[in-house]
Nanobody, 127 residues
Framework: EMHLVESGGGLVQPGGSLRLSCSAS????????MGWFRQAPGKEREGLGA????????FYNSSMKGRFTIDLDNSKNTVYLGMINLKPEDSAMYYC????????????????????WGQGTQVTVSS
């Protein structure tokens, strides 16, 4: 059974940093893509970026302006989202997701293209 688990969220002051983790287990297929999304109350789910298995291709939402970085540890089946210079508007529930096959520039931020989702981890930026 496919299972994704996020961790690393919490409360942070403006200007601070966090690194979120997402570990995947239970899959038997080869090529995949792991992406990060966030959703705040009253807003649509926003795609932040994604990385294909092997780490050869990454995709980023340009609105992140270089503050967010995605990395994949293939040996651990774990994807990371590094975030720096956090702002109050970054507060949201953050989700990781896995898609069978590779992501592309026109699919990485489309929620319906993903097959599995984690439970989410809350990030709150205040004070």
């Amino acid at each position: 059974e496919m299972h994704l688990v996020e961790s690393g969220g919490g409360l942070v002051q403006p200007g601070g940093s966090l690194r979120l983790s997402c570990s995947a287990s239970g899959f038997t297929f080869g090529t995949y893509c792991m992406g990060w999304f966030r959703q705040a109350p009253g807003k649509e789910r926003e795609g932040l970026g994604a990385i294909n298995s092997g780490g050869g291709s990454k995709f980023y939402n340009s609105s992140m302006k270089g503050r967010f970085t995605i990395d994949l540890d293939n040996s651990k089946n774990t994807v990371y989202l590094g975030m720096i210079n956090l702002k109050p508007e970054d507060s949201a529930m953050y989700y990781c997701a896995l898609a069978r096959g590779a992501c592309y520039f026109n699919t990485y931020d489309v929620p319906s293209k993903y097959d599995y989702w984690g439970q989410g981890t809350q990030v709150t930026v205040s004070s």
